[in-house]
């Protein structure tokens, strides 16, 4: 089984919405919200009949956040989608902008052995939303990786679902590593 651990940290429908102005305060939220510090886990068990073949292998999460928290629109299907969305509030329509990204380590590993953690990838939808995603698509790079810049007083959501590569033929077992979203403001 492999194991990919997802949580956030904070400094959140399905497209760029607008954000009455008020006191400046930003939000993110990633699956399920995790005020208690426990992270959502995301993950895949791959049949021996296909490790290392290259047949890209779907992944389920424990999150249930189906509904946005900005208005309670439902915008994902859990636990095949994961819920990311986040915002930044400010007095007035100023030009500043918040940066979503998301950091993983290198590798996820079960010991000695490691799979790259950019064998995990993701797609980005979520229910009613026919356009492009808003937080686009793709894939871990072992580092830090910028999703998108989100504008004052606007929410962006999206739902991810991810997805692992199996291009590597590696030992049973169970891998893990921590995607951590952040989403920062000057």
Known sequence: MLTSLLTFTSAV???VLNVTPGPRTIGLTVGNNVAAGTPNIVSVTVPAAVLGTGAAQAMISDSTQANSPFDNFTVCVP???VYVGGYLRELNNTANSA???VTTPATLSNGAETIPF????????SIG???????????FNGGNLVLRNIASNRYVENCHIFSYA???????G???GRATYTLVAP
């Open 13 to 15: 429908e399905a497209w």
């Open 79 to 81: 636990p095949n989608q």
């Open 166 to 172: 199996n291009t590597n033929f590696v030992a049973a």
């Open 129 to 139: 939303n026919n356009g492009a995603a808003d937080i686009p698509a793709g894939t």
């Open 99 to 101: 940066t979503l990204s």
């Open 174 to 176: 169970t891998y893990t």
């Open 118 to 125: 950019t064998e995990i990838s993701w797609t980005s939808t």
